[in-house]
């Protein structure tokens, strides 16, 4: 993805902080507090919106939920479509047996990481429930699957990226809309490296 131009910037880094305060807000309302809430984020972008989520429930619950990360790397339906498939590693340092996850994305598009991400918490256990919460909902979705908590609703067309960049990885905080080249895979990138930004994509 070398090369292509911001069309629009949909969330500023105050839009997205805000957003995120405002998604915690509903989770501890829906749940009524934070006492049996666990945080999982899908990496490798997922996990960072967990991890500030977490620390807003703490200043407003005074409670330190545990936090977990999720790689889907070979839960994902194309796996077998990648020779090297992207390997990150989970870290889930908590039972899930019994507790309400609150699975935690970046980009909600076809839906297809969602379906991996629960596959793969439910082979760490039984949880009581399961809740999914985006920074961004861009519709276009492949499966029946919705979020229960959205920063954002971004209608977009299927030739755009809809990207979320971190300033860990990018030097900046934002969302951002870019036009896709002609039969370029559509998705939003999850990063690991500012060496891989312009390489990966995900749904």
Do not use: C
């Amino acid at each position: 993805m070398t090369g292509l131009k911001t069309q629009s910037v949909v969330m500023d880094e105050d839009a997205i902080s805000r957003a995120l305060t405002r998604i915690t807000h509903e989770i501890l309302e829906s749940n009524k507090g934070a006492e049996n809430i666990a945080l999982v984020g899908i990496v490798t972008r997922g996990d960072l919106l967990a991890s500030e989520i977490a620390k807003k429930i703490e200043q407003i619950e005074g409670i330190a939920v545990p936090v977990g990360s999720l790689d889907i790397s070979f839960y994902r339906d194309d796996v077998a479509l990648h020779i090297n498939p992207e390997v990150h590693t989970t870290n889930i340092p908590f039972s899930v047996d019994g507790k309400t996850i609150i699975l935690v994305d970046d980009i909600l598009f076809t839906g297809r990481t969602i379906r991996a991400a629960l596959d793969a918490i439910m082979d760490y256990g039984r949880p009581s429930a399961i809740q999914l919460a985006v920074l961004i909902d861009r519709g276009h979705r492949e499966l029946p699957i919705r979020a229960d908590f959205v920063g954002k609703n971004v209608p977009s067309s299927t030739s755009e990226h809809v990207r979320f960049f971190a300033k860990e990885f990018d030097g900046r905080t934002a969302v951002e809309i870019l036009k896709a080249e002609p039969g370029e895979r559509i998705g939003a990138a999850p990063l690991n490296s500012k060496s891989k930004a312009k390489n990966e994509v995900k749904s």
